[in-house]
């Protein structure tokens, strides 16, 4: 891929980003890319422009995001339906989701610009929530689906089933479906496995279930997943990638399948899925 036109879109609050976003700009230009600038972007840098993030999706080759990996999860919940592919340059230490540092930017220029950037292709979620006859517009995520108990210290029910038929009720603070993507993020915390980001799978992880034999159990990504609180007279939430919590309440149901488009995330050669969890993990092998 040698992408002409490029879209740059920063996480606003980062310390330095502005001075990031306009050499990144002055690198592109210098070999002959444009560059489209979201509108916060742009006020950041100290330019204009009233592009918002769908539009630039839309226009846009590839898309540049400095910040961190809960920056590139903002975008593809706010890029609608585009499917651009996402190269993410973190300010700071590395994460799973962005592959180059704000340090090395010069580097991952060049690459973008000699078309030596590799792709993966990351399953989205699709969360659906019927709350009676109603069926609200589904939700986009590319971690995962959270159900939680919110401030109230009890555990809460959550009936569960997969393709429908029943795999339990989970007694727990509560619930993660994640994709591969999100396995290493909330679901790792609360002792899920780690999942290679196109294993073609999805895996369901209680937070502190009551129960200890309940345990993270991996389905298919083909596979429906269907959530119902057992309990709901006190609250139930649903956040999707960690967005605003959604309160469920009585009888509603929520459906989580895969979504029809999958997200490209962009890569530098040589920086693999395998070498960030040796990295962030601190995994260097046998002291003995």
């Known amino acids: 891929m040698h992408p002409k036109t490029i879209g740059l879109i920063a996480h606003p609050g980062k310390p330095g980003v502005g001075d990031l976003i306009n050499s990144l700009a002055a690198e592109f230009a210098r070999h002959s890319m444009s560059v489209l600038l979201e509108?916060?972007?742009?006020?950041?840098?100290?330019?204009?422009?009233?592009?918002?993030?769908?539009?630039?999706?839309?226009?846009?080759d590839l898309l540049v995001v400095t910040g961190g990996d809960g920056t590139i999860l903002s975008v593809a919940d706010r890029m609608g339906d585009a499917n651009t592919p996402i190269f993410g340059i973190n300010v700071?230490?590395?994460?799973?989701?962005?592959?180059?540092?704000?340090?090395?930017?010069?580097?991952?220029?060049?690459?973008?610009?000699?078309?030596?950037?590799?792709?993966?292709?990351?399953?989205?979620?699709?969360v659906?929530?019927?709350?009676?006859?109603?069926?609200?517009?589904?939700?986009i995520g590319l971690n995962d689906a959270v159900f939680s108990r919110g401030e109230i210290s009890r555990l809460i029910r959550?009936?569960?089933?997969?393709?429908?038929?029943?795999?339990?009720?989970?007694?727990?603070?509560?619930l993660i479906i994640a994709t591969p993507t999100g396995s290493t993020a909330y679901s790792l915390s609360a002792g899920g496995p780690i999942m290679e980001p196109e294993s073609g799978v999805f895996v369901i992880t209680p937070i502190c279930p009551h129960v200890l034999t309940n345990r993270s159990i991996i389905v298919s990504e083909s596979s429906v997943i269907e959530?119902?609180?057992?309990?709901?007279?006190y609250p139930v939430y649903l956040t999707v990638d960690g967005r605003e919590p959604l309160r469920i309440a009585k009888a509603a149901k929520v459906e989580i399948r895969k979504a029809k488009?999958?997200?490209?995330?962009?890569?530098?050669?040589?920086?693999?899925?395998?070498?960030?969890?040796?990295?962030?993990?601190?995994?260097?092998?046998?002291?003995?």
């Open 39 to 60: 509108k916060e972007t742009a006020a950041v840098a100290g330019q204009k422009s009233d592009l918002g993030i769908s539009q630039i999706g839309a226009k846009a």
């Open 92 to 126: 700071g230490s590395l994460g799973f989701l962005t592959c180059a540092g704000s340090q090395t930017f010069r580097d991952a220029v060049q690459c973008i610009a000699e078309g030596k950037i590799t792709f993966s292709h990351r399953t989205l979620l699709e």
């Open 128 to 139: 659906s929530l019927r709350d009676g006859q109603e069926k609200k517009a589904p939700m």
């Open 158 to 174: 959550l009936h569960t089933r997969v393709n429908g038929e029943a795999l339990t009720e989970f007694n727990a603070d509560g």
């Open 227 to 233: 959530v119902e609180a057992s309990e709901p007279d």
């Open 261 to 288: 488009k999958k997200l490209q995330l962009a890569a530098l050669p040589g920086v693999s899925f395998f070498s960030v969890v040796r990295q962030k993990l601190k995994w260097s092998g046998s002291n003995v």
